[in-house]
Each structure stands twice: as C-alpha cells, then as structure tokens.
T-cell receptor, first 113, second 109 residues
Framework: EAQVTQNPRYLITVTGKKLTVTCSQN?????MSWYRQDPGLGLRQIYY???????DKGDVPEGYKVSRKEKRNFPLILESPSPNQTSLYFC????????????FGDGTRLSIL | LAKTTQPISMDSYEGQEVNITCSHN???????ITWYQQFPSQGPRFIIQ???TKVTNEVASLFIPADRKSSTLSLPRVSLSDTAVYYC??????????FGKGTRLSVIA
C-alpha cells in the first residue's frame, strides 16, 4: 500500500532534549516536505527536499533540521526543542515537486514541556 | 503569491450538492488551483486540481471561470463522511504550499 509513515505518532518530551521524527515513503517520490499545523495558523511548511541531498527552507525553518540521505526517508530533527515547537507535524511526499498531489502522513503530535 | 479566500464554514444536509467557492484575485498565468480535504487528526488528502474551465474526477468537480480569479469545488450528494475541512490552494512554481484556514464543512443527517 502506498503510504507516508511517520514515527512516533505522539511524543511528550522536555525542553532541550534532542528528538527526531522519522518520515518514510514507499512511492519512490522525489519531493518530500515537512509541515506544522497550529490552531488558527493552518499548515506551514518547515523544510522541503526536491531530491536526495537537496533540501531547502520553507516558511518556518527556525529550530529545525532535516536530512535527505536516501530517497525514501526525510527525518525532521529538533536539536534543542522548545515549548513553541509544540504542534502537530505532517510529512508529505509527491512524485515531482509541488505541482503533483501531495501525499501526507497521519501526523505526529509533539508536546514540548 | 496568490492569496486565497474561502468561507470559514458551511453546513449541508446529506444528499445535497455542496459548492465551496474560493477567490484568488491575484493568481498568476502559470498558477494552478488545487483542493485538499482534511479530517481531524489526519493529514490533508488531495482532492482535485485544475488550471481552467472544468475538471471532474470520481470525488468532485472543479469549476474555474475564464478570468481564473475564483474557483468552485463541487461535491455531489454529500454524506456524513464528507464532514471535513476543505482547503483551496494556488500552486505557484515551487513556492511553499500555503494552507489557509480552509472551509469547515459540516454534513447533517
């Protein structure tokens, strides 16, 4: 089944403790991206990747890192999480760029205390 | 980047056709219009995309007038399971997707 898989689905952690949210897609998609969704603000793009070893900042990249060493994986790294990064995070992929339908994962709810 | 405006919420009874209109007055020549659906605690799901006139798939139709300053998503014969938030987006090159607040559709039995 074609899907985008995020892990973990839920995480409660403390300020400053490094964490990684994994994202994997099995559709051989070139384009992957991360979004955060906050009440009243909609979804905002954090980072995106057009292909392996190519990443770029979205609208709200501060406090986040990503890497794209393999086509299928696009982890989101919070080196020193802070409470303002408490949010619902979505990973998405598409075959080629933003003009193609984006396939979203089921989301990761992060709570930073 | 074209800004979109759509109603905050809509209500409909089961079995009715629902039309959600989105305005995008400053859409550029090469921009596309796309719609996504989102259920609570799930990621958005692509519904339909178009450039002009009419596009139809198994789920919905998208109507885009000649001036392309607006678009209408049409959902035929909605059911309770169509209750969701619907987002209208303008795709402009490779600039990040901008999901606004969307339209919260409530389908009533």
């Amino acid at each position: 089944e074609a899907q985008v898989t995020q892990n973990p689905r839920y995480l409660i952690t403390v300020t400053g403790k490094k964490l990684t949210v994994t994202c994997s897609q099995n559709m051989n998609h070139e384009y992957m991206s991360w979004y955060r969704q906050d009440p009243g603000l909609g979804l905002r793009q954090i980072y995106y990747s057009m292909n392996v070893e190519v990443t770029d900042k979205g609208d709200v990249p501060e406090g986040y890192k990503v890497s794209r060493k393999e086509k299928r994986n696009f982890p989101l790294i919070l080196e020193s999480p802070s409470p303002n990064q408490t949010s619902l995070y979505f990973c998405a992929s598409s075959s080629r760029g933003l003009r193609q339908p984006q396939h979203f994962g089921d989301g990761t709810r992060l709570s930073i205390l | 980047l074209a800004k979109t405006t759509q109603p905050i919420s809509m209500d409909s009874y089961e079995g009715q056709e629902v039309n959600i209109t989105c305005s995008h007055n400053n859409i550029a020549t090469n921009d596309y219009i796309t719609w996504y659906q989102q259920f609570p605690s799930q990621g958005p799901r692509f519904i339909i995309q178009g450039y002009k006139t009419k596009v139809t798939n198994e789920v919905a139709s998208l109507f885009i007038p000649a001036d392309r300053k607006s678009s209408t998503l049409s959902l035929p014969r909605v059911s309770l399971s169509d209750t969701a938030v619907y987002y209208c987006l303008v795709l402009s090159g490779n600039t990040p997707l901008v999901f606004g607040k969307g339209t919260r559709l409530s389908v009533i039995a």
